[in-house]
């Protein structure tokens, strides 16, 4: 299941035409690759194999975006907390 989700944020990054470094294109393909995994633990069982695999794609491309929303968020909320915990001392 991860094979899917990496093999579908590979081909969202060889379609694309950006100029990224190789350590940002291994961490998009893992993070392809956890969302096929996690994937995997929703549909597994409840729907057809073939649409399990398209799923498990799918979901391996749109990882990468995913993944850096969620990492963005993280990080703001966790620079906002420190910076209001200075404010009060």
């Known amino acids: 299941m991860s094979i899917l989700g990496m093999a579908g944020a ?3 990054l060889l379609l694309t035409d950006e ?3 190789v350590v940002i294109w291994i961490r998009r393909i893992i993070a392809g690759g956890i969302v ?3 994937g995997y633990f929703v549909v597994h069982g409840r ?3 073939l649409h399990e ?6 979901c391996g491309t749109c990882a990468p975006e995913l993944v850096e929303i969620a990492r963005r968020r993280l990080l703001n909320h966790v620079t ?3 910076k ?3 404010k009060r001392n």
């Open 47 to 49: 729907i057809e194999p």
């Open 53 to 58: 695999a398209l799923f498990y794609s799918v």
């Open 19 to 21: 100029h990224l470094p």
């Open 36 to 38: 096929g995994v996690l």
């Open 80 to 82: 906002q907390e420190t």
């Open 84 to 86: 209001s915990k200075r």
């Open 10 to 12: 590979l081909c969202r």
